[in-house]
């Protein structure tokens, strides 16, 4: 992982994940539920995130925010 952070760093409540559905590479809006890893795929770009949100492949250089 780029940007390594176990479930439990990224998670207040282990019962929920929210994340800001935006792009870390240029601010684009993500698809759910896409991607080559089940997660969310940057469609401007083509960077893929997993479930978690955590970037996996393409340009993006950070995992989608956690607010």
Known sequence: LRDPQH???RTQNPKWLV???VCT???CV???NAGEF???YCPCHGSHY???GRIRKGPAPLNLEVP
């Open 50 to 52: 997993d479930a978690s």
């Open 30 to 32: 993500p698809v759910a």
């Open 38 to 40: 089940g997660g969310y």
């Open 7 to 9: 479930d439990e760093q």
């Open 19 to 21: 994340v800001i559905g």
């Open 25 to 27: 590479h240029l601010g």
